[in-house]
Structures are given as structure tokens and as C-alpha cells.
């Protein structure tokens, strides 16, 4: 029994205290970084991993009181050490700036606080347009999460104004908005007593769910033509995956006991993972 306890609260922490969503951004710079061509290094994956899992423990801290609502075991996880996540915050981000300065990049430092602020800057002062502008909470977070791949070019001196780097902000823009949007369907209530005008509350599910449905068949285009006109490599193709993927958690969120902890936290934060994944085994096959 104790060790089942054990495993447990292993895989919880890895699914709600952050660490899912943290690797799946190390996936994302790992994925472009084969795909653009660049010689990643630990020191770059760590402060990835880090500069994620900040933000979303900051994130679960402040809203920490609503989460009793829309996910309760994920508040009944973080309330056994919810009084050190300042620490564990403080202690990330001594890290991460150490890092750039043993690496001496400065720039990519500047830019990583721009990316920092503007991650934690959502709760403290946007929030409040998302009462006011439709759909701005996906566009957004989308916008912070693609900046990852600009981040990458910068630590590693890669051209900002090189068309594969372009192709792949497109394509994954559109992926994270994707998730962003289908994330805000489990937070519709909490959502319109809030007053914020997410595209979940604004169209409804089915709505929403035709309009993910479209954007999902548009993120093959970017791919396509980075491919076509071989700006990235034909192994990228293997990135097009991740359309019946998603196709996979639209069905999957209509069935009527679908267990929502695992399909939203595992299933649709997993997708990021997946990308690196499907590089890897594209380049093994068609290398």
C-alpha cells in the first residue's frame, strides 16, 4: 500500500505540479532545434525546463483558492507544500540567471526576463483584458510559448530572419493555440463568473470544438511548405501527426465518462512531448 502511495504522489506531482508541461517545452526547443539545425546543450534545456516551471507554479499559486473548483485534485496535490513554492520559485530563477552568466549570454538573458515577465505578467496585469477582448487568454499564451523558438535562436546566434525558423513559429503558434483554446472548455464556469471573454465562453464547446477542428487541418500548410521549398527537412513531415492527435482528444472529450483529469493534464499537455518524438523517429526512418 505504501508503495502504491509512493507512485502516486510521483505521477501526481509530475502531472500537476508542472513538470509534464515543463518537459513539453523542452520537447518544443529540442524539436526545432534538430529541425533548424542547431547543436542544443543542457545548459539551454535546463533553463527551459526551469523557465516553464516557474510560471505555472506562480500560476497555481495565485490561483490557488479557484482551483478548488475546476480541479481539485490538483489543489489537494499542491496544498502539502504549497506554503515553499516562493522558495522553489526563488531557488529556479537563481539558477536560470546563474546559467546565462556562466555561458556569458547576456542577450539571451534579457530576452528570457522579457519571456519571464511576460509569462507571470498574465495573472498579475492581462488577465483583466481577457474581460474585455474575446479570446485573448489563447492568443496570448500561444504568443509566450512560441517566443520559446526565438529565445533558442538568440542563445544560440541563429539568424532571427531565417524562413525555417519562420515556418515553425507558424506551425507551432497555431498547435498552442489549439491546446490553449480546448484547455478553457473545462474552465467555462469558473470562466463566466470571472467575466473573462475566453473563446470557450464566448462560442461554447461545439462552437469552439468546429473552429479547433479547422485551425487543426491549417497547421499542415506551414509544414507543407517548409518541406516544399526544403527549408526544413522532409522528416518534418512526421510533425503532421500531431493533426489526428488532436483529432483524438476532440472525440475523446465527447464521450460522456471520459475521465477529464487525464484527458486534459496527460493527454492534451502530452502533445508537446510527442513532437520531439516524431522528429526522432522520421530522422531515424528517412535519414
Known amino acids: 500500500m505504501r508503495l502504491k502511495q509512493f507512485f502516486n504522489l510521483i505521477w501526481n506531482e509530475f502531472i500537476y ?5 515543463s518537459l513539453g517545452a523542452v520537447s518544443i526547443v529540442y524539436t526545432s532545434a534538430i529541425l533548424l539545425n542547431i547543436k542544443i546543450t543542457w545548459d539551454f534545456l535546463v533553463i527551459v525546463y526551469l523557465g516553464i516551471y516557474c510560471p505555472y507554479l506562480y500560476n497555481r499559486y ?3 483558492n479557484k482551483d478548488f473548483l475546476t480541479n481539485p485534485e490538483r489543489t489537494k496535490h499542491l496544498k502539502g507544500f504549497i506554503k515553499y513554492i516562493p522558495i522553489i520559485i526563488a531557488f529556479s530563477l537563481i539558477v536560470i540567471v546563474g546559467i546565462f552568466l556562466y555561458f556569458n549570454k547576456i542577450t539571451a538573458l534579457l530576452f528570457a526576463i522579457f ?4 509569462s507571470l505578467s498574465y495573472s498579475i496585469l492581462f488577465k483583466k483584458l481577457s474581460r474585455k477582448i474575446i479570446g485573448f487568454k ?3 499564451a500561444s504568443l509566450a510559448w512560441t517566443l520559446l523558438l526565438i529565445l533558442l535562436a538568440i542563445y544560440y546566434s541563429y539568424s532571427l530572419k531565417n524562413f525555417p525558423l519562420i515556418v515553425l513559429s507558424v506551425f507551432f503558434y497555431l498547435r498552442f493555440f489549439i491546446g490553449t483554446g480546448f484547455c478553457d472548455i473545462k474552465d467555462i464556469e469558473t470562466d ?3 467575466g473573462l471573454l475566453t473563446l470557450a ?3 461554447g464547446r461545439k462552437n469552439l470544438l468546429n473552429i479547433l477542428n479547422l485551425v487543426n487541418i491549417l497547421t499542415i500548410i506551414p509544414i ?3 518541406v516544399y521549398f526544403r527549408l526544413i527537412p522532409p522528416y518534418s513531415l512526421m510533425l503532421l501527426l500531431s493533426v489526428p492527435y488532436s483529432f483524438y482528444y476532440f472525440k475523446k472529450s465527447e464521450q460522456i465518462n471520459v475521465n477529464t483529469n ?8 502530452g502533445e508537446l512531448i510527442s513532437w520531439s518524438i516524431f522528429v526522432l523517429l522520421g530522422r531515424f526512418l528517412l535519414w
Not at 487525464?262 to 499537455?269: A, I, K, Q, R
Open 17 to 21: 505540479g508542472g513538470h509534464l508541461l
Open 62 to 64: 495565485k490561483e490557488f
Open 115 to 118: 519571456l519571464l515577465l511576460l
Open 201 to 203: 465562453v464566448v462560442l
Open 138 to 140: 489563447s492568443f496570448y
Open 192 to 194: 463566466k463568473r470571472d
Open 224 to 226: 507543407i511548405i517548409g
Open 262 to 269: 487525464f484527458l486534459y493534464n496527460v493527454l492534451v499537455d
